[in-house]
């Protein structure tokens, strides 16, 4: 097995970073495909922190590169930053990240314009994390963004850029009432920003070919989750690229017909950030204790995440959307002091029940639960399947039978030794 694509099969924040972490072992290729520094991908290695937000939460291995690909928007200020604290005491990521050319980049006003946007929606705002990633994609879609590849030539750059300060200057004085950006002064910064960058800058969906025919192991990352993707998810409350297994081939540049295996990640319990429908969703007493234990704030923003318990129908359409081999159930331990243990197996809409959440009619679904006993024991020190406490296997087999998909591993910690197998055989990655 050559290629896995790992997805998150939620509202993002599954620990997505900690499991391509532990899968990119043997992997000699991982590629983030779509999203931009609104991802916040934490690792734990070595009794140390480290948080991805652009680069490819893998290369914490030696042998691994990584490629930043075409579906993803990049902010070059972010990205020096990120790459000088990773680099920092270790061999440098700058030699082992390539940016796909293709990849369109984030400027400063796009922050400003995200900002503002939400401002004026007042009560019926998305919830962005404020990163400029909306109006990044938004340019391009539009056909008139700035490229990685643009910053190779800098008449190119001034000439796409100046064009680009005019159109947002009259959005930001006519729509919104404030001063405008000055072109020479960004212009200046942006290109010195961007210098340490551009021996990254190359052809990103030939270098994942070249591998994918080699023989070597590539791995997919996506960022944010299934129901926030911008066709899929809970729409208008969605972020703007694709997050399924389809954007992986398009944000890549490659073939579909490359991808092989499709792996999904979910919390044992249900988080979201920013506004949309949550039909397992606590009230703020209750879900209060699932955030402390579970320490839900945002690793970009530190935003308090909403809380709610397993919803089985979310993730049951996340298998189908992906077409997922197999499950991937990170914090198990989160729950360890919880006598009952409540999932959403289902709800009504109308009189009829459905087994799968339903993004068009998400507002008015009403959950169906059922309750199992909670297992009142510490699993942080499993390592085995048959570790686990009877009642916590009982919570696994249950989750696996509603959604459909066997859950081939479970997390019950932040270290990469702290995964259990489960049905280890499911995942064919891992053979």
Wanted: aromatic content about 10%; some cysteine; hydrophobic content about 40%.
């Amino acid at each position: 097995m050559s290629n896995l694509v790992v997805v998150g099969a939620q509202w993002g924040d599954e620990g997505k970073g900690k499991v391509v972490d532990f899968l990119a072992n043997t992997a000699q290729v991982v590629v983030r495909f779509q999203g931009g520094p609104n991802a916040g991908h934490t690792v734990y290695w070595r009794s140390k922190k480290y948080t991805f937000h652009q680069i490819p939460s893998g290369l914490l291995h030696r042998q691994t590169r990584g490629v930043i690909g075409c579906g993803c928007v990049i902010d070059p200020y972010r990205l020096n930053e990120e790459l000088a604290v990773l680099s920092a005491g270790r061999e440098s990521f700058f030699r082992r990240v390539m940016i796909d050319r293709r990849a369109h980049i984030i400027l400063p006003f796009h922050k400003e314009l995200d900002r503002l946007h939400e401002e004026q929606l007042g009560e019926k705002k998305i919830g962005t994390t404020g990163q400029g990633i909306g109006p990044a994609y938004q340019d391009k879609f539009a056909r008139v963004g700035i490229r990685a590849g643009d910053l190779l030539n800098e008449d190119v750059f001034n000439d796409k850029l100046r064009r680009n300060v005019a159109a947002a200057n009259f959005r930001l004085m006519e729509c919104y009432k404030v001063e405008p950006i000055s072109f020479k002064e960004l212009s200046t910064a942006l290109w010195k920003t961007t210098r340490p960058l551009v021996a990254m800058i190359g052809d990103g969906t030939l270098f994942i070919e070249k591998a994918l025919r080699g023989g070597k192991r590539v791995l997919f990352e996506g960022a944010q989750g299934t129901h926030l993707d911008i066709d899929l998810g809970s729409y208008p409350f969605v972020t703007t690229s694709s997050t399924v297994v389809a954007g992986a081939a398009s944000g890549s540049g490659i073939s579909p017909l490359w991808l092989e295996e499709a792996v999904g990640v979910a919390k044992a319990y249900t988080t979201r950030v920013g506004a949309g429908p949550f039909p397992s969703e606590l009230p703020e007493e209750e879900a209060g204790r699932l955030r402390e234990l579970g320490g839900e704030y945002g690793a970009t923003t530190g935003r308090p995440r909403r809380c709610g318990w397993f919803d089985a129908g979310l993730v049951r359409a996340s298998v189908r959307y992906n077409h997922l081999s197999s499950l991937i159930l990170t914090k198990l331990d989160v729950l360890d002091s919880f006598a009952e243990i409540k999932i959403c197996v289902g709800y009504r809409y109308q009189g009829q029940r459905l087994k799968e959440f339903d993004p068009f009619f998400a507002q008015e679904l009403e959950p169906e639960f059922i309750t199992l006993p909670g297992w009142r024991e510490s699993t942080k020190t499993s390592r085995s399947y048959k570790d686990l406490p009877l009642r916590a296997r009982r919570y696994i087999a249950k989750i696996a039978d509603l959604i459909s998909c066997p859950v081939a591993l479970v997390s019950v910690g932040s270290s990469r030794e702290e995964i259990v197998p489960v049905e280890k055989e499911k995942l064919k990655w891992l053979k």
